[in-house]
């Protein structure tokens, strides 16, 4: 089994940084790929950013330019760093891991991240 724990959520000012922490265990499909969504109060679930098991990486819209994902594969973890956070960024981030072909999908519990005066 796959268990994903985040880390580094928490409550930021506008216009401060994070870092998340995703720390993969257990058997992982070959190829995988990591990414973090994310899923504010009243809304669908929405995809933040994904990085294949070759560093290729897809960003929403919304955060091109002030997120980056980054993977140790060595380590199992992946990492979202983000800059310039908006209100409208506070939401629960979610870890996922799945096959290259979209199977196999595995998700964590989710940290909190909260961008407020």
């Known amino acids: 089994q796959v268990q994903l724990v985040e880390s580094g959520g928490g409550l930021v000012q506008p216009g401060g940084s994070l870092r998340l922490s995703c720390a993969a265990s257990?058997?992982?499909?070959?190829?995988?790929?990591m990414g973090w969504y994310r899923q504010a109060p009243g809304k669908q679930r929405e995809l933040v950013a994904t990085?294949?098991?070759?560093?290729?990486?897809v960003y929403a819209d919304s955060v091109k330019g002030r997120f980056t994902i980054s993977r140790d594969n060595a380590k199992n973890t992946a990492y979202l760093r983000m800059n310039s956070l908006k209100p409208e960024d506070t939401a629960v981030f979610y870890c996922?891991?799945?096959?290259?072909?979209?199977?196999?999908?595995?998700w964590g519990q989710g940290t909190q991240v909260t961008v407020s005066s």
């Open positions: 257990g058997s992982m499909p070959s190829g995988y790929v």
């Open positions: 990085i294949t098991s070759g560093t290729r990486t």
């Open positions: 996922n891991v799945r096959g290259p072909y979209g199977s196999d999908s595995y």
